[in-house]
């Protein structure tokens, strides 16, 4: 039996894991201690925090492993590309894993192959964090570089904000300093995709449904995203720039991006796939399942990404609007074709956190149907027959 290892036991993980049991393997799975969800699903579990490189690569030495993947996380993608280097499996190495984890290392490595970034600068102290509104035009974003689900990430419009910014960026990371780039003002969308054998298997773009705190969250997706054939081919351009820059291969690829004046604009490149149900909008609208694809790669069991059909799909997150008890949580959808998933991650009597970033989630809607217009009044309709209260 084929041994495969999953980092992560969280919500987004949940389908990896279910999809490597169906497939008839062995999982062994590690995540840090804590109420997730994936820990009953797999066969064997490690309480390791994912980010400990060394202790990773001993544990899937013992295991002798066969393959190791994540989904959703970036915080465990340096581990990934570490034991792949280590054990020679399938997947990105550990020179790109820290290239496209570090997103100071990332913007260097951008600027030097080409690729259409913003204006930047690294900040490690709060004087040159006041620098930065000399040397780059505002508003700015400042950004940790080791975080995910958009945790330290916050707008800047002037300099007088600059003591806060500075203040909540270094509450998340572990790291000495950070970057303050320029906020391109645009229209912001993401891509999926998949780099396997050094080829591109293929490209998604998708619209992004946007919540704005300390900076834009993404809350939901959309395909098919319409952009004209020149935005198009720019995307490409891209992402196959952004692969050599990050040295990308065997890996799923989640991009951020600003559309500006028809320009394409690379916020981030990750080497691993989306959170936000991104992974199931691959699956719906090309026809394949992507999770048993991402699989396969990371075994070297040739994956296929046939794209057999293109049906327009969407999800959107449930979300509280403040913290504290859940006291109703009632779904009065009737089932219907077009609903694929309405899921909860949370019961009646349990404490939720205000929104704030990709984890202070509720739950989850996916839905399909004959055209984009057709899917988004669907979704709507559905979030409007559920019911969450909080006290």
Not at 337 to 363: C, L, M, P
Request: proline share 3%; charged share 25%; aromatic share 10%.
């Amino acid at each position: 039996m084929r041994k495969l290892m999953i980092l992560g036991a969280g919500i987004s993980q949940v389908p990896l894991i279910k999809t490597a049991k169906e497939m008839g393997l062995y999982v062994v799975l590690l995540s840090r201690q804590g109420n997730y969800p994936g820990f009953s699903l797999a066969d064997k579990v490690y309480y390791e925090d994912t980010t400990n490189v060394d202790k990773i690569v001993e544990i899937a030495r013992i295991e002798q492993i066969d393959g190791i993947c994540t989904t959703g996380t970036d915080v465990a993608v340096k581990s990934i590309g570490k034991v792949v280097d280590v054990l020679g499996l399938s997947g990105l190495s550990y020179e790109s894993s820290q290239l496209s984890t570090n997103k100071w290392e990332m913007k260097k490595a951008f600027m030097e192959h080409g690729v259409r970034t913003s204006k930047f600068i690294k900040v490690e102290n709060k004087e040159e964090a006041y620098r930065a509104f000399e040397v780059l035009s505002p508003p700015l974003i400042f950004k940790a570089l080791d975080s995910g689900a958009s945790r330290g990430i916050v707008k800047v419009v002037d300099a007088s904000q600059a003591d806060y910014a500075f203040e909540e960026v270094r509450k998340v990371t572990k790291l000495d300093y950070f970057i303050a780039e320029e906020f391109i003002e645009g229209t912001e969308f993401g891509a999926q995709a998949f780099v396997y054998d050094n080829e591109i298997q293929f490209i998604m773009p998708h619209g992004d449904t946007m919540f704005y705190g300390d900076a834009g969250v993404p809350i939901g997706h959309y395909v098919p995203y319409y952009l004209s054939n020149e935005v198009v081919e720019d995307i490409h351009n891209q992402i196959e720039q952004s692969t050599r820059a990050l040295c990308l291969n065997n890996c799923a690829i989640n991009a951020d991006f600003i559309l500006k004046d028809q320009k394409v604009y690379v916020l981030e490149i990750g080497g691993r796939a989306g959170a936000t149900c991104l992974p199931e909008l691959v699956s719906t609208f090309y026809g394949f399942n992507y999770y048993e694809q991402m699989i396969k790669a990371a075994l070297h069991m040739d994956p296929v990404f046939h794209k057999q059909t293109s049906q327009p799909c969407a999800c959107e997150l449930l979300i509280a609007e403040k913290s504290g008890e859940i006291v109703k949580l009632e779904n009065g959808n009737e089932s219907h074709e077009d609903i694929i998933q309405i899921s909860f991650d949370y019961e009646i009597g349990e404490t939720i956190s205000k929104f704030k970033v990709g984890t202070d989630r509720i739950g989850q809607i996916i839905v399909k149907g004959a055209n984009l217009e057709e899917v988004l009044r669907r979704l709507e309709k559905v979030m409007e027959n559920i019911k969450v209260t909080v006290r």
